[in-house]
């Protein structure tokens, strides 16, 4: 049993920033894949940035420079650092684990971010 819990998100205003947080608890073991996701209304669920047990790490490229994925093994939690955040970033942002994977098969509920012109 694998439990991920988001935090961290919140309102901001048109280039600023957030950090997000995923807090990840469980069966931890052969955890080869840990992403981050978002959903907007009406669009589909779409992978943000990813990182991989062997530390290759991904980004979709609406987000490269501006969002920064990284991890705390220590704390068993993941980060999502996004600056010059943008209307377009408003979504419902889901941390995603793969076990036994390198691919996501474990979602957390997501935390809202809302971005304001």
């Known amino acids: 049993q694998v439990r991920l819990v988001e935090s961290g998100g919140g309102s901001v205003q048109s280039g600023g920033s957030l950090r997000l947080s995923c807090a990840v608890s469980?069966?931890?073991?052969?955890?080869?894949?840990m992403g981050w996701y978002r959903q907007a209304p009406g669009k589909e669920r779409e992978e943000v940035a990813a990182?991989?047990?062997?530390?290759?790490?991904t980004y979709a490229d609406s987000v490269k420079g501006r969002f920064v994925i990284s991890q705390d093994n220590s704390k068993n939690t993941l980060y999502l650092q996004m600056n010059n955040l943008k209307p377009e970033d408003t979504a419902l942002y889901i941390c995603a684990a793969g076990i036994g994977q390198y691919e996501a098969n474990h979602w957390g509920q997501g935390t809202q971010v809302t971005v304001f012109s």
């Open positions: 469980g069966y931890t073991y052969s955890r080869y894949y």
């Open positions: 990182i991989e047990s062997g530390g290759k790490i």
